[in-house]
């Protein structure tokens, strides 16, 4: 069975907002996929510029509860912005060695994410996106 030793360490960096904590915990090859963009971040420089940017625009990440099935993980946490709190849960893999090579991000509500999205994407190159709430005539 794959050691935890890892994923406890990256999962208790992240919530001391250290980001260089986490980097030492994640495959080379290690891909995030995100809520913030449509396309996955792939390699560790990568998914520590993407880490870095979340916790210097997010006020907490906070774990809350690990799953395990295998070398298969899902991470629950909460993450603050202001007046907005997200709900989250990580899809995590671990490789061999325990590093972390695989994140998939699953975040609600849409409101709140949006909010992170607002301030996180432009900070990636990419662009802010905003709710537009569909009128009764639509």
Not at 41 to 68: C, H, I, M, N, Y
Not at 78 to 98: C, E, K, Q, S, W
Request: net charge negative.
């Amino acid at each position: 069975m794959t050691s935890t030793e890892h994923l406890d360490a990256y999962l208790e960096a992240m919530g001391r907002r250290d980001v260089e904590g986490t980097r030492v915990h994640l495959a080379d090859s290690v891909v995030l996929r995100s809520p913030i963009a449509p396309a996955p971040f792939e390699g560790r420089d990568s998914v520590v510029k993407v880490l870095t940017q979340l916790l210097g625009v997010v006020d907490a990440f906070e774990p809350k509860l690990l799953l395990r099935d295998g070398a298969d993980f899902v991470a629950v946490f909460t993450i603050r912005l202001g007046d907005n709190v997200i709900d989250g849960m990580d899809h995590m893999h671990l490789d061999d060695a325990g590093l972390v090579d695989s994140m998939t991000m699953a975040w609600r509500p849409l409101p709140a994410v949006i909010a992170v999205q607002q301030q996180l994407a432009p900070r990636l190159g990419g662009k802010a996106m905003m709710l537009v709430p569909l009128d009764e005539t639509h």
